[in-house]
T-cell receptor, first 113, second 119 residues
């Protein structure tokens, strides 16, 4: 079975803090994704990566950056957390073809005070 | 631009009733994939089905069935004899255009339908 894990289920941070959200997959998938989910807005793509050290902006990259130093790990970074980044963050991975199924982690609920 | 519309924000039915969740999509691609995911209260998105644009056959898996109609750009999901465990938010999603560099693109999601099955 595909396994995608995220470092924290719940996280509370203060405005201005640097926040790292970690995602690890164990299926040797080439592609990894970060989404955020907000009530009434569904899931929106923040960033994705199709290879180590490669990254592409999604629909809402502002205020975020990412890092992919190893194939299995994809990190989302909030350089200076703000209250409007309070959200549910979901990581996903898939095989190389863009049409492949994306498998999701359990999500991280981030609260920025 | 791609778009997925799930017009039903919330549906509530009594257990054992059949229920259909609607999904309408827009895309300029001739080749694309459609997906359904289930998100139970625990929060994790669970993959249910993937269907490519060239395969319009209906699919049945136990109590779940899917009706893909390219002519109306719809990919509807029916649960037969619903159970309380089916209560969740269900998302319909559409695959992105292949990135020109040969990589991937994210899925375009609908806003989800919250399904409540009452005992």
């Amino acid at each position: 079975d595909v396994k995608v894990t995220q470092s924290s289920r719940y996280l509370v941070k203060r405005t201005g803090e640097k926040v790292f959200l970690e995602c690890v997959q164990d299926m040797d998938h080439e592609n990894m994704f970060w989404y955020r989910q907000d009530p009434g807005l569904g899931l929106r793509l923040i960033y994705f990566s199709y290879d180590v050290k490669m990254k592409e902006k999604g629909d809402i990259p502002e205020g975020y950056s990412v890092s992919r130093e190893k194939k299995e790990r994809f990190s989302l970074i909030l350089e200076s957390a703000s209250t409007n980044q309070t959200s549910m963050y979901l990581c996903a991975s898939s095989l190389s073809d863009s049409q492949e199924t994306q498998y999701f982690g359990p999500g991280t609920r981030l609260l920025v005070l | 631009a791609q778009k997925v519309t799930q017009a039903q924000t919330e549906i509530s039915v009594v257990e054992k009733e059949d229920v259909t969740l609607d999904c309408v999509y827009e895309t300029r691609d001739t080749t694309y994939y459609l997906f359904w995911y289930k998100q139970p209260p625990s929060g994790e998105l669970v993959f249910l089905i993937r269907r490519n644009s060239f395969d319009e056959q209906n699919e049945i898996s136990g109590r779940y069935s899917w009706n893909f109609q390219k002519s109306t750009s719809s990919f509807n999901f029916t649960i037969t004899a619903s159970q309380v465990v089916d209560s969740a938010v269900y998302f319909c999603a559409l695959s992105g255009i292949m990135y020109s560099g040969g990589g991937a693109d994210g899925l375009t999601f609908g806003k989800g339908t919250h399904l409540i099955i009452q005992p």
